[in-house]
């Protein structure tokens, strides 16, 4: 379980990476839209908040460690003037929880402010961090963000299009950038796609975001996905657009898809609902079970028990009810009531369940600590029988791209076989989704996916071991 800034994160999930959004509105509240924007994408980090804005001559910023809504406030939002605004939430994938290492970053270099805020990880972060301190840069946080504005700074000979080129072809990873000069925003997605980001429109104005969920929340309508290895100006000239590295391997994270992203975003032409639906309707169709009811571990599992129950017809009820003003974090319990961790956040409904035999659909086992206790729950109201059926396939590799899927060694089913973990959990079944059924959603884009954390098939170089047999990872 890990500890963010005196929060936590329920055990047994991979943890979510960072959030983008940005805007070029002259005239409009760059400010307040980007609040609003972050709000929409909370979901990907709540550990730090932070908003730059430039207005032609400068750029202000504002951050700190703690929610959107407690970071910012209308006299913060009232202080800032200007025309473009980057802003960013985060979790950090490694243990920097640090009020220095919240984003967007800003700089000074040879060409004036730069500002940039960061999704994913670079898996070859130690050799360039080594590389620049050695001919004499240094850094004052531990992300792997630093790192790319020093190399944009070290090409600034160059023009800042042609100097975030040359930084691309130096770093790899997934990776979705958002950058702010004091007069243009640049957008710039990995060559993969590992990592999401989307273009939006607000009237004259355009909207960057990592999910289209931000997109909505401020009225913007969705044009299309920043394309793989593509940078994208905006200033005052319009939008530009550069492909910055050729086309290669496509490998968007499918894991967004299966957990990360809300339900009412559009990724890469697929709407995650519709996905999560069919991903429970082939479930269905590997692993038909006699069952009484379809219940699901709120949210994450919701849809997919929906497909469930299409496909089976068994009528999918509410059995387990989630406090929603949790949220995705609370203050920890001690270790002695550890425990509560499960019941404050989801409560059974005995009078739903009792007596059924139930297929309760959740998205994934990660570490494995929490299902037992669900389970555990379900029996203590007199369920009979309790089939657990996952909508994606075993976790077993580790991701190195910017979501916290703990090491190998925390990953229960990279140590045991699906049927000892049934009985650890003390499910009447376990099933998981197979790799094919998932990839089988997709239709004829079926190859467009990284799934390396379920079959081992990295897109990306994985990085290199470090002093003490510990990878190099820092940055959200
Ligand atoms: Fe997503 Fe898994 Fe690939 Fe990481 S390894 S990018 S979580 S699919």
Known sequence: MKM???????????????????????????????YYGLYALQHRGQESAGI????????????????????????????????????????STTGASLPVNAQPLVFRYARGMLGLGHNGNLTNIAELRSRLAST???FQSTTDSEVIVNLIARYSQNSLVEAIMKCMIDIKGGYSLLMLTEKSLIAVRDPHGIRPLCLGRLGEAHVIASESCALDTVGAEAVRDVEPGEIIIINEGGLA????????????CIFEYIYFARADSRM?????????????????????VEADLVIAVPDSGTTAA???????????????????????TFIQPSQN???????????????????????????????????????AMLRECGVKEVHFCLSSPPVIRSCY????????????????????????????????????????????????????????????????????????????
């Open 241 to 252: 657009s550069r492909q910055a590295l050729s086309p290669c391997r496509r490998a968007h």
């Open 268 to 288: 890469d032409g697929f709407n995650v609902s519709r996905v999560r639906r069919e991903m429970g309707r082939q479930l269905a169709r590997e692993y038909p």
């Open 52 to 91: 730059a804005v430039g207005d032609g001559k400068t750029i202000q910023l504002q951050k700190d460690m703690g929610l959107v809504s407690e970071v910012f406030n209308h006299k913060k939002l009232s202080a800032f003037n200007g025309c473009l605004a980057v802003g960013h939430v985060r979790y």
């Open 337 to 375: 009531v550890r425990d509560l961790g499960v019941r404050l956040k989801l409560n059974p409904i005995r009078d739903v369940l009792a007596g059924k035999r139930v297929v309760m659909v959740d998205d994934s086992i990660v570490r494995g600590t929490t299902s037992g206790k669900i389970v």
């Open 136 to 138: 004499g840069s240094v």
């Open 4 to 34: 963010l800034h005196g929060r936590f994160s329920l055990p047994d999930k991979p943890v979510e990476e960072c959030g983008l959004f940005g805007i070029y509105g002259p005239g409009l509240d760059v400010a307040r839209l980007t």
């Open 306 to 328: 929906r497909g469930y129950s299409d496909v089976s017809g068994i009528p999918f009820e509410e059995g387990l009810m989630k406090n929603r003003y949790i949220g995705r």
């Open 401 to 476: 791209y910017g979501i916290d899927t703990s090491n190998e060694d925390e990953l229960i089913a990279a140590r045991k076989p699906v049927e000892e973990i049934r009985r650890l959990i003390d499910a009447d079944g376990l099933y998981y989704l197979s790799l094919d059924g998932l990839l089988g959603v997709f239709g004829d884009r079926r190859d467009y996916f990284c799934t390396a954390c379920f079959s081992g098939d990295y897109p990306v170089e994985m990085p290199r071991l470090q002093d003490g047999g510990k990878y190099v990872l820092e940055s959200c």
